[in-house]
Structure formats: structure tokens, C-alpha cells
């Protein structure tokens, strides 16, 4: 099986029926025509279709005949979450609605004054969960990732949709992405980071995950320990087709080291995982 390469996966043509879709006919009937191009993934993705469904057999245990069921339906979620992201995108994010359990950490953390690290992973819909934010907690996040995404893709978003809502900050080899990050954290904003998805080459840690051995990037939890800034991991599930449900820990506000970040990170995406299996959107293999 393949291992993450850093890249957005997905092509012009299909972020541009997407987009038309949305427009033009509504989210109802996009979602209906999601089931469509889903299932077809499903059929000739056979690559993550057999990642996803591995992950299912061996690390969640779940049984045989509830498998392909699933790993359906984890198609059909995923393509959900890029329907979402470009709704928002084009102005439709008001048909969106959400419950926060603990929003009042998020609340808490902006009034101290220090900024904010949100820890999440590839669990749900961290793009719509940063769009909901940004109506009540904070105007301004930041987010840090690998800017590897297909370049004629992501000109096509920028030119029909204004491009991402949030400041990206993207990760470069002599670290200039840790200055900004100190920057944006003096100046009282959050800066999000995925902390699920080790890109091979990078440094790493290794952690029991669902009773196997998996790397995960130990970038975001230095930058995690290296400020004097509170540390949340934060995840965004979705419930219904119009709502979602977002989730924060309690603060980490005691200066820890990085393995220690680590290991509670991952026993929370061991939570969310297990809870929401079907939203579980890591489509290579995970393990050694």
C-alpha cells in the first residue's frame, strides 16, 4: 500500500463539476449526485478502497460484513466534506449548523490573550470546522500544512471561489513557517495543524494506535511545546447532512515535551476514530 506523499489529491474537471453543481442546481441535488461519483470511486479506487478497508479489518476489528458497508459510506462522507468545503467557499455556508461541546476552552484560551494551537486530524471535516469557527470564536486562523496541493487545482479554486478563508502558513525547509507561527500567536490567533499524517523523510514518533505500532509527525508536537501557548485538539464529526458536531479538550497549559503531546493526541484520535469510524479519511497504510 502507499504511503501519504503530502499532496491533494483530485482533478479540475471534478472540482469543476462540483463547483457548477453547487451553484447552479443546490446542495440537495449535489449530494445526490455525490452518491453517483462516490460509488464510482469506490468501485475503481481500488487503492484506498483496500487501504480503508484493511484499516477497518485489522485495526478497528470490526467485523466481515459490515466492511464493505462502511467503506461505502466513508466514500460518501469524504466527498460530503468537499461538497461542504467549496459551499462555504461560494457563500452557502449558512445552511450549515453546528453543536460545540467545550467551546467555551476555545473561548477561554482567545480572552488569555496567548493565541491558540488547535491539534486535529483526518477525522471528519477540519475545513468546515474552521469555517464555523471563524463565525464565533475568531476571525483569523492559520493553518500549517505541506502546500503540495496540484497547482492547476488550486488555481482553479482561487480564480472561481476567492480561494481558502484561512491564512495558510505552509511548512518550509529552513522553518521560516515556525517564525510566522510565533508571530501569529503573539498577535492572539490560533494556528491549526494536522498532527495525523507522516510524510516519509520527516522526523517522526512512534506510537501505539489501536494497539499497533504507527509514525506520526513529530513536527506539531514540538511547535505544540515550544510556546507559551495553550494546546487543544480539536475534531469536527459530521451528524447530519446540514450539521455538524465539534469537540475540544480541556487546554494543555503547563509546558510539556512533545512525546508527552503525542501520546494524549493520539489516544483523543483513538476516541474519535473509534466513535466514527465511517469518518475516518486516511487513505493509505497507517502502520509499519
Known amino acids: 500500500m502507499s504511503q501519504w506523499d503530502g499532496k491533494t489529491k483530485g482533478t479540475v474537471i471534478g472540482y469543476k463539476i462540483f463547483l457548477n453543481s453547487i ?6 441535488l449535489t449530494y445526490l449526485i ?17 487501504a480503508i478497508k484493511d484499516f477497518y479489518l485489522n485495526a478497528l476489528k470490526l467485523p466481515n460484513n459490515q466492511v464493505n458497508k462502511i467503506t461505502r459510506k466513508n466514500f460518501y462522507y469524504f466527498g460530503q466534506t468537499l461538497v461542504d468545503r467549496f459551499a462555504f467557499l461560494i ?18 484560551m482567545k480572552d488569555a490573550g496567548k493565541g491558540g494551537i488547535l491539534l486535529s486530524g483526518h477525522v471528519g471535516n477540519w475545513e468546515t470546522a474552521g469555517n464555523l469557527l471563524k463565525s464565533r470564536i475568531t476571525s483569523k486562523i492559520n493553518v500549517l500544512m505541506y502546500d503540495e496541493e496540484v497547482q492547476k487545482i488550486k488555481s482553479y479554486t482561487d480564480s472561481t471561489t476567492g480561494g481558502s478563508h484561512f491564512n495558510i502558513i505552509p511548512i518550509k525547509n529552513d522553518l521560516s513557517h515556525v517564525i510566522r507561527v510565533h508571530q501569529a500567536l503573539k498577535r492572539n490567533e490560533f494556528v491549526a495543524i494536522h498532527a495525523d499524517r507522516y510524510m516519509e523523510g520527516s522526523k517522526f514518533i512512534e506510537i501505539d494506535f489501536l494497539n499497533k505500532k504507527a509514525k506520526f509527525p513529530l513536527g506539531p508536537f514540538i511547535i505544540a511545546s515550544k510556546f507559551n501557548a495553550p494546546v487543544t485538539f480539536v475534531f469536527a464529526v459530521k451528524e447530519s447532512t446540514y450539521k455538524y458536531f465539534l469537540s475540544a479538550t480541556t487546554p494543555i497549559t503547563e509546558k510539556l515535551p512533545p512525546e508527552e503531546i503525542a501520546k494524549k493526541f493520539v489516544k483523543e484520535l483513538e476516541n474519535k476514530v473509534t466513535l466514527h469510524p465511517e469518518q475516518w479519511f486516511n487513505y493509505f497504510n497507517f502502520f509499519n
Open 23 to 28: 451553484k447552479f442546481l443546490g446542495l440537495p
Open 34 to 50: 455525490l452518491r453517483f461519483v462516490t460509488f464510482y470511486y469506490y468501485i475503481f479506487a481500488s487503492k484506498n478502497r483496500n
Open 91 to 108: 457563500g452557502k455556508g449558512h445552511k450549515y449548523s453546528y453543536t460545540f461541546n467545550n467551546e467555551q476552552y476555545l473561548l477561554d
